[in-house]
Each structure stands twice: as structure tokens, then as C-alpha cells.
């Protein structure tokens, strides 16, 4: 166990999870190892005259740490106590304790609704149902079904159909995700794909690992002895399906996919399952139902010959089906004209584009294809503004089209844009998948972007691209100075921004969700107006998804657009651009390397950050870099160092001159460097200076304009507080601690002030006050529950059961 305890919590201190119990868990670790040190008890330091303890970062170092805890436990039964206590306090922080707590906090139903125009694939369930049933399955694997079929063929409205037919079997709950593979261009991660299961799955944001490999690791302890389904839609490859298999046997894992998956057949067990066109008679019944009950009837010949223009393809009968539904002044008997023309002009051709390979190339296949005639049957149905409408929102492929996106895409207004949305969404084109949300097929979408390519042109398509991108970047750099008010920042984009005087507390909360809920659309409107050669839009949509990374971690995604936004802040910069944007996105990536735990690519990224700055003279991205690099330093244990780096920050600070860039927000980073500079000196037992620097600090954030920064004052009080507890002064920790609960009180920062009231419940504990103690842990139990941090409440609980039992 204490082995695991400290693998777990250098993890954490590195990557940021876990937050600030995380921190203030790690900081116990160095100081339990110190003091063995200092005891005398290590004679090897003893000898060396070294008694500061080196972060353990690999096994071997880990294995030595948690020996040399027990040996020291051994010789003192005080040691003891408290070694075991961090012990306890570790295991919070372990992927193995969150699964047992998530597992009753969340059930997660992601599956989206069924289509109502879904027909028949009564064998399909039949087949599913038969493998569960199943005896002699391997043990301890999941069932795993593969459905592949052509693009069109219904595989997604197979899945969603025959889970929700299952589900009242696997009460735990669905996950689902699109992994967008139609192409290698648009496939999503699975790093990408397991923080979003994990957060669904009931993991805190804090908690998620920034690492691939961590995030499997949690996601199967999430997932053992679960009764879920995932769905794991469009997949690409196996590569990106493996990481995303639960671990337990009783999961029910459906994949969709128009690629062969070797590996997961060969090796993990999956049972394919080939998905054909529908019949000719349950054609005619979905057409039917699409078409509606208002439209007249026709003879069955008639329909029969629209139906058999469609090939079965499920998606070219709903186009087709949408098509009569919304025109009533077009006949069954025009349509199956119309079908039947265009079949013999692909005839005529001798080849049509059937279905993409992975890397996105076209493959031709004989014959026509019943898919691209329904398509071109509706297209010739659209009015001129909606047809054009159609081809502009294909210009690139958007995860989702918001009527933002589809507006600019078009350079129409809202209102037009949610007009003709709803008439591509009745036409089948479009499907809607969320409030004002709407989702291309990838078929429609190729056929949209092919029409687009052919009466547009690259050059509409390019300015419809940067219309999209400096929307986005609008909407993203509002939001994030909701979220972020107070941090200093780069580009045009927040010129005129303001907060309104009386600011509902929860509007940050708020933009952060939006930003949250738009995050997949900013990162592929980085990669089209990188592809496009946007450089100026590129780096200042990084610098806009600042927050939204800060807060929320997704690391993947994170380090993927930021090295993007460094390699165009360096084109833009040697083409008269902004050279201070490109010091600024080494910054912004090497937290994004750090949350996943790529230390050296941080420290290497930071160094590249502060010589670009330095180059073009930018002080305060200069001292930015440099306190980053002192905050990797703390993460290291290397305190001293740290200090340095804040020193070397405040020194570079008061170089900015009267009217230079920065100026205005030099008091608020001078603050917070000093209270770095305290927490360094707190951890290198230099009390008396370390309380004089954090009160210093305290004083600072008071005086900033504005009436001060309670939230930053609350988190000096709780490092006051941290400071007196290491120093064995419980009491004068506990006044601390007072004023940072009544600090974050004022600041509206609810998990703050639970952490706050939680440290301060241990205060009372070591000062032998359990009434008090049982108060305090009650109160911090209901913060942690009305912010749904269900490791706080769980850990709150724990020790309260402790205390009354």
C-alpha cells in the first residue's frame, strides 16, 4: 500500500490531478521524508550531507521511499500515526478508490435518442441476444460485436436501436461516443474519448489523468464489476477501439465501423457482423413512414421503383423518404424518374464513389450509387440560398454545426441560418443531434463538400473557413474572459471586452460550460485555419482556450492544437505578426506536456518560451515563463529553485516601464509571485520569512483595484494556514484558516472553501477539539456534495464515520 500511495501522488503532483489535496498530499510526503532525514535516521544522508529528499519519480525511487516511511514507522510509533494517516489520505487520490466511489455517484445514459423511422434489423438484436446468452464465453472479457457495413447501411441506428432494446439488462448505464473515423483527419483520439467516459462515469475533472495510459487504467477500474454497455460508433481502426474496452465481463461493448477490425477479433474475442441493405419490403415500409401519413398514396410499382433506386441503403431511403415529406408537390412518380435518369447517367460514367478507405481517399466501385442519387435528387430540390447554405457548411468537417457555425460558414444571419438548418434537417441532409446542434453524415457531408469544390471553389471555401474561425474566436475569447477575468492575455480578440457591474457569481461557471460544450468545433476550427494558412487565427485560438484547458484538462487535445499555435505564431511572427504570441504558446504547451506528465517536454518547452521572449523583448511573457518554470520546480520538490525562478520573475516584472505592455497587470502577478515565493520558503523550513512573504502577499491582493482579489486572498490564507501546520502551530493555522473560509465565502468558490473548511477540521483534530472537528467536516461534506465532488464527500464522510463511531 505504500508503495501505491506514493506512485500515486508523485503522479499527482506532477500532472496537476488530483488538485490541491493532490498538492498538499505530495507536500506531506516530502515532509515526512525530511523529517526521517533530519532525525538522523538515514545515514546515507547523513554522510553525504544531503537531508533534502529527492522527488521519487521512478519505481525503484518510489519502492525506497515507502521502504524508508515503514522503517521509520517502525522505530516511532508518532511516526507511525502519521504514516499512516497520509496513507489513508493517499488512497483518495488512487485511481482504485475513485471507481468504488463513482460507481454509485453515476449512471451514465449517453445513448442519443432512437430514430423513429427505424425498420426491421430484428436479427441483429436476435444475434446480440444469443451471444450474451452464450455459454463458454472466456471469462473476465466483455462481449464485444462488430456491425461493419457500407457507409449509409444503418449501422449507427442499428446500435442505438438494439441498446436501447438491451438496456433494462446492463442497469449501469451507456456510454457512447462517435469516433468520427470516416477518415485518419477526423478520428477522434482515444485519450480524447476516455476523459469524457470518465467524467460521465463520475471521476472529477481534477482527477482525470492527462496521460493515455492512466486513463485506461482508471476507465477499466471504473468499469469492473459494472453492468454497462459502450458504443463505440464510426470507428476507425483497432488501435482506437482497444483502449476503450472495459474490463468487465458483464459490459456489453457494440462497435460500429465500415473497416475490418483484425486485432479485435483475433485478440480480444469481438464477433463481427456483417450489416446488408434492407429488403425491398421493409424499404417500402421506412419510406413510407418517413414520407408521412399526408402524403398521397401511390401504387406499390411505383413505390417499389423509388425504393429500388435507393439500393436499401438505409440512408439513401430516408433522403429519398424526407425528400417527398417536406415537398408535397413532388410526385412518387417524378422521384422515381428522376432516380431512374440519374442511374443511367452514372451507368453511362461506368463508376461512382461508393465509400472512403481510412485516409480519406475515394474508392470506386462499379455501378451507381444509390446513396449519391438520393443525395443529388434532394440537392436538385433545394431552393438556390439553401443549396448554397448546404455546400458552405461542408467546407470543412465540424464535429458539429451550430446555427454560429453555419451562419458565418454561409455569411447569412442567425435567424436565416436556423430557417434553412431546419429545412436541410426535413430533407435528411442534416440530422440534429442536440439543441440547435446538427451532425453531417459523412457521406452527405463529402457530397456537400464535392458540390462545393465544384461551384464555389477553394477561394469561397477558404474565406467561408476564416468567416467560421473568427466567430469562433470571438464567441472563445468572451467566454474565456468570463471564466478568467483577471489573467493577462494576448491578441486583438479581447480589445473591448468588460464585465457588467452587478455579474451573477455563477456567469463564469456558465461560460466555462460553454466553452466546454463547443470544445471539439474550437479544436477542429484550429486545425482548418492552420490548414488554410490562418496563422493570425490560429494562435489566438489557443491563447482563447486557455481556460477551458486550465480548468478542464483534456491534455490531448490541448497539446495538439498548441503545437499547431506555435508553429503559426512563428510564421506570423516573421510576417509581421505578433513575436510575443510565440513565447506565449511554448507557455500554454508545456502545461499542456505537464498535465501529462511529460516533464522534461515542459521544462524543455518553458525554456524555449523564455528565450523567445527575451528575444522580443516581452517582460511579462518573459517572467510568465519563468514562474511556470518555478511552479514545475515546486511540482519537483525542488524548492530553492523555485524560489529562484519567482525571484528571477519579480525581477524581470520591474523592468516594465510606465505605458509598456504589461504594466497594468504587474501588481496582481508581483502578488502572486510573492505568495509563491512563500510557499517555497514554507517547504525549506524558513518559517519566520515564509509568513512574512505570504502576509506580504495578502496585503497585495487587498490592494488590487477593484476592491481586491478575495478568491487569490483565500488561497494566502490557506497557504498561512499550511505554513503554521508545518511549523506545529495548530491554533495560529486554524486562525488562517478562518480567514480563508470566510475569503472563499466572499469569492463564491465552493470547492475552495470545502478544502478550506476541511483543512481547518484538522486543525481541530490536532488540537484535540473533535466537536468542532465533526462540524467543520459536516459543513465541508455539504460543499463537496453541492459541487458534486464525489471523492470529497467520500473522503469527508469517511473520516466523520471515524469520529462518531
Same mark, same amino acid.
Given at each position: ?16 490531478a ?9 507536500e ?54 502519521e ?6 489520505d ?49 471469462p473476465?472479457?466483455?462481449v ?9 447501411i ?16 446492463f ?67 483497432d488501435?482506437?477501439?482497444i ?11 457494440l462497435?460500429? #465501423? ?14 463481427p ?5 434492407l ?40 433522403t ?29 460514367e ?42 458552405a ?10 446555427v ?35 451532425r453531417f ?19 469561397r ?14 464567441f ?14 494576448l ?32 479544436a477542429?476550427?484550429?486545425r ?24 478542464? #484538462? ?16 512563428r ?13 506565449r504558446?511554448w ?7 505537464? %498535465? ?45 529553485a ?8 519579480q ?10 505592455? #504589461?504594466?497594468?497587470?504587474v ?5 502572486l ?28 491582493f ?26 506545529g ?14 475569503a472563499?465565502?466572499?469569492? %463564491? ?43 470529497g ?13
Open positions: 500500500m505504500a508503495v501505491t500511495a506514493v506512485g500515486t501522488v508523485v503522479s499527482g503532483a506532477l500532472s496537476g488530483g488538485g490541491d489535496a493532490g498538492r498538499r498530499t505530495s506531506r510526503l516530502y515532509d515526512l521524508l525530511s523529517r526521517g532525514r533530519r532525525a538522523g535516521h538515514d545515514s546515507r544522508s547523513a554522510q553525504d550531507g544531503s537531508q533534502r529528499p529527492r522527488l521519487p519519480v521512478t519505481g525503484p525511487e518510489q519502492t525506497e521511499a515507502a521502504r524508508h516511511l515503514l522503517e521509520l514507522a517502525r522505530r516511532s510509533p508518532e511516526f507511525a500515526r504514516v499512516t494517516e497520509w496513507v489513508r493517499a488512497s483518495w487520490l488512487s485511481p482504485r478508490t475513485v471507481p468504488a466511489v463513482a460507481h454509485g455517484a453515476s449512471r451514465p445514459q449517453m445513448l442519443p435518442p432512437t430514430t423513429a423511422a427505424f425498420t426491421d434489423r430484428a436479427e441483429v438484436l436476435a444475434w446480440l441476444t444469443a451471444l450474451l446468452d452464450e455459454e463458454g464465453r472466456p473476465g472479457a466483455p464485444v460485436a462488430v456491425l461493419t457495413g457500407p457507409a449509409g444503418g449501422k449507427t441506428a442499428a446500435c442505438v436501436h438494439v441498446a436501447n432494446e438491451l438496456r433494462e439488462r442497469p449501469d448505464g451507456v456510454l457512447f461516443a462517435d469516433l468520427a473515423g470516416a477518415s485518419v483527419g477526423t478520428a477522434l483520439a482515444p485519450s480524447d474519448v476516455l476523459a469524457r467516459f470518465l467524467e460521465r462515469l463520475g471521476v472529477p475533472s481534477a482527477m482525470v489523468p492527462g496521460d493515455e495510459a492512466r486513463q485506461r487504467d482508471l476507465y477499466r477500474d471504473c468499469t469492473a464489476d459494472r453492468r454497462l454497455i459502450v458504443v463505440l460508433d464510426n470507428a476507425l481502426d488501435a482506437q477501439v483502449p476503450l474496452l472495459p474490463a468487465s465481463p458483464t459490459c456489453l461493448v462497435v460500429a #465501423g465500415r473497416y475490418r477490425l483484425p486485432r479485435l477479433v483475433g485478440e480480444h474475442g469481438a464477433r457482423y456483417t450489416l446488408g441493405p429488403s425491398a419490403e421493409d424499404c417500402v415500409t421506412l419510406i413510407r413512414r418517413v414520407a408521412g401519413r399526408d402524403r398521397p398514396s401511390a401504387p406499390d410499382a411505383v413505390v417499389r421503383a423509388v425504393v429500388e433506386g435507393t439500393g436499401g441503403i438505409p440512408l439513401a431511403v430516408c429519398t423518404g424526407a425528400g417527398l415529406a417536406v415537398r408535397h408537390q413532388l410526385t412518387w412518380e417524378r422521384v422515381a424518374q428522376q432516380l431512374s435518369g440519374r442511374m443511367q447517367g452514372h451507368d453511362e461506368g463508376t461512382a464513389v461508393r465509400e472512403g478507405t481510412p485516409d480519406g481517399t475515394a474508392d470506386p466501385g462499379p455501378g451507381p450509387d444509390p446513396v449519391r442519387l438520393a443525395q443529388d435528387v434532394a440537392y436538385g430540390e433545394l431552393t438556390p440560398d439553401c443549396a448554397a447554405f448546404y455546400r457548411l461542408a467546407v470543412w468537417p465540424w464535429p458539429t454545426v451550430t454560429l457555425t453555419a451562419a458565418h460558414a454561409a455569411g447569412v444571419g442567425e435567424d436565416e441560418a436556423r430557417v434553412l438548418l431546419e429545412e436541410l434537417a426535413r430533407a435528411h441532409l442534416l440530422e440534429e443531434v442536440g439543441e440547435e446542434r446538427y453524415h459523412d457521406l452527405t457531408r463529402a457530397h456537400a463538400h464535392g458540390l462545393a469544390e465544384a461551384e464555389d471553389g477553394h477561394g471555401m477558404a474565406a467561408a473557413v476564416r468567416r467560421v474561425a473568427v466567430a469562433q474566436l470571438r472563445a475569447a468572451g467566454a474565456d474572459f468570463r471564466v478568467m477575468p483577471l489573467r493577462w492575455r491578441g486583438p480578440a479581447y480589445r473591448g471586452l468588460a464585465l457588467p457591474e452587478h455579474r451573477d457569481p455563477a456567469d463564469g461557471k456558465r461560460a466555462l460550460a460553454e466553452l466546454r460544450a463547443e470544445r471539439e468545433n474550437l477542429a476550427v484550429v482548418a485555419a492552420a490548414h488554410h494558412g490562418f496563422d493570425d487565427l490560429v494562435w489566438q485560438l489557443c491563447e482563447a482556450m486557455w481556460g477551458l484547458h486550465l480548468l478542464l #484538462g483534456f491534455h490531448a487535445q490541448w497539446i495538439d492544437t498548441h503545437l499547431l499555435g506555435v508553429e503559426a505564431a510564421r506570423s511572427a516573421a510576417e509581421f505578426g505578433d513575436p510575443r504570441a510565440v513565447g504558446m507557455t500554454q504547451l508545456a502545461f499542456g506536456h505537464l %498535465g501529462s506528465g511529460q516533464v522534461a517536454q515542459a521544462a524543455d518547452a518553458l525554456e524555449q518560451a523564455r528565450a523567445a521572449d527575451r528575444a522580443c523583448g516581452h517582460h511579462r511573457g518573459e517572467a510568465t515563463a519563468v514562474e511556470a518554470l518555478g511552479l514545475l520546480r515546486l511540482k519537483q520538490w525542488e524548492f530553492a523555485a524560489q529562484g525562478c519567482f525571484e528571477d520573475a525581477e524581470i516584472l520591474r523592468r516594465i516601464g510606465p505605458g509598456e505592455d #504589461g504594466r497594468d497587470d501588481p496582481r502577478a508581483m502578488a509571485l510573492a505568495h509563491h515565493i512563500g510557499r517555497a520558503q514554507t517547504k525549506q523550513r524558513h518559517f519566520p520569512a515564509a509568513v512574512a512573504r505570504l502576509n506580504d502577499a495578502l496585503a497585495q487587498r490592494r488590487l483595484p477593484g476592491g481586491g482579489d478575495a478568491y487569490n486572498a483565500g488561497r494566502v490564507y490557506m497557504s498561512l494556514g499550511d505554513a503554521h501546520l508545518d511549523a502551530d495548530a491554533e495560529q493555522a486554524r486562525v488562517c484558516l478562518d480567514g480563508a473560509v470566510e472563499m465565502t466572499e469569492a %463564491g468558490a465552493g470547492l475552495q472553501l470545502a478544502d478550506a473548511v476541511e483543512t481547518r477540521a484538522r486543525c481541530h483534530r490536532l488540537s484535540g477539539r473533535p466537536a468542532q472537528e465533526a462540524d467543520d467536516l459536516r459543513r465541508a461534506a455539504a460543499a463537496y456534495e453541492e459541487h458534486d465532488n464525489h471523492i464527500l467520500a473522503r469527508v464522510r469517511a473520516r466523520l464515520a471515524e469520529l462518531e463511531g
